[in-house]
């Protein structure tokens, strides 16, 4: 069928095509909603939201959370960064910042404890007889350790912030035309 004009016919013949008939039933689906609030409740409370933020900061998969507490991943990401929704992303929660916070020291406590109790194990002897790859490995291991040692055990959502200052292109004054002035 060319685009343009068409006779009446042609335009009956298309419109029938298109038009569903009244004797077939139109097959409609309903679907519920799987995440968000239910009608009559704003918010998940900030108990659970702590337990999410936990959870999500120690490594729990977010599928799982969302499986077990019935909250969307983006929800959860928010929740685990400090914030209370995607929307306060950069507002976030002092409460649930210092929660966040204390979650974190305590696993980067225990993970210090490990590296040190495996620095212990590390003997000269061990270097003396181990592979140059083995070495090299061991080195790099080690002066991430000492980078990570040296840097802020954890920021409270640390915000780079950046910026631009535009100035006019100097012009010479060879560039601008004479105007003679009679005085």
């Known amino acids: 069928m060319a685009i343009g004009i068409v006779s009446s016919d042609e335009f009956n013949l298309e419109l ?41 900061n120690q490594g729990t998969p977010a599928a799982e959370l969302t499986k077990v507490f019935d909250v969307s991943p983006s929800s959860i990401s928010a929740y685990k960064h400090g914030a209370t929704s995607t929307a306060s992303y950069n507002k976030p929660d002092d409460d649930l910042i210092h929660h966040r916070n204390d979650v974190r020291l305590k696993i980067s406590t225990k993970a210090t404890n490990k590296i040190l109790l495996a620095m212990k194990h590390i003997t000269e002897e061990k270097l003396a007889n181990a592979k140059v790859r083995d070495l090299a490995s061991v080195a790099k291991d080690m002066s991430v350790v000492a980078r990570n040692m040296d840097g802020d055990q954890i920021t409270q959502n640390q915000q780079n912030n950046q910026f631009i200052f535009y100035a006019p292109k100097s012009r010479d004054e060879s560039e601008f035309d004479i105007i003679p002035v009679n005085k």
């Open 16 to 56: 029938a095509k298109l038009t569903p008939h009244h004797n077939q039933p139109i097959n409609t689906t309903v679907k519920q909603i799987e995440h968000g609030r239910a009608p009559g409740d704003n918010a998940v409370p900030q108990e659970l939201r702590k337990i999410i933020s936990e959870e999500a």
